[in-house]
């Protein structure tokens, strides 16, 4: 597998808009055979993708006001940890609760919540063309406009005892949580 991604520079001469001043990120991704031979490879660049979409707020509460709001509230994540993202970071229509991610180039990615959500509200849901993501990788090789990260102001709980082989509460136990399907789980 050949992962490509490179930066270009904006074009030399002429007048300088607000699309050609800064860099433009390409990347590639191509499945390839090569045998015990040199080979040589053309791959075509594609530019950068863009991943948008919208917070909701549902419950009794007032939705968060702008000013509650970061624009690190949402994050696109490399699934497989690489450390690889956007160059060009996150905007966030605070008014309209609408966000956008740009400069990312193709692969499986995982959305995260990246900040405190504003006092009271908890993550619902995450969903990308109508599917749940929020714990479920994704490939991304267009552009997304259809993100719905939904939160909620009703608090998850979980509740329990864990008991040592005695049956008495274990004070110094763990408890993880984690999906039951392993489809779900990510290296991050």
Do not use: C
Not at 110 to 122: C, D, H, N, S
């Amino acid at each position: 597998r050949l992962r490509a991604v490179t930066l270009s520079p904006p074009p030399a001469g002429g007048p300088a808009t607000e699309s050609t001043a800064r860099t433009q990120l390409y990347w590639a991704h191509e499945s390839i055979t090569v045998g015990n031979r040199d080979a040589t490879i053309s791959v075509t660049m594609r530019p950068a993708l863009t991943v948008a979409g919208r917070l909701v707020f549902e419950g009794q509460r007032q939705a968060p006001r702008p000013d509650q709001t970061t624009r690190d509230m949402v994050r696109v994540v490399p699934a497989d940890g690489r450390s690889i993202g956007s160059l060009t970071g996150r905007s966030l229509d605070a008014r309209n609760h609408t966000f956008q991610i740009g400069e990312l180039a193709g692969g499986r990615y995982v959305m995260r919540i990246a900040a405190t959500p504003p006092q009271g509200w908890f993550v619902k849901s995450i969903t990308i063309r109508g599917q749940d993501a929020l714990d479920v990788p994704f490939d991304l090789n267009d552009d997304v406009s259809d993100v719905v990260v939904t939160y909620t102001d009703r608090q998850p709980v979980v509740s329990g005892t864990v008991r040592t082989n005695t049956g008495t509460p274990d004070s110094e136990a763990m408890v993880i949580l984690f999906p039951a399907d392993p489809l779900r789980w990510t290296e991050i």
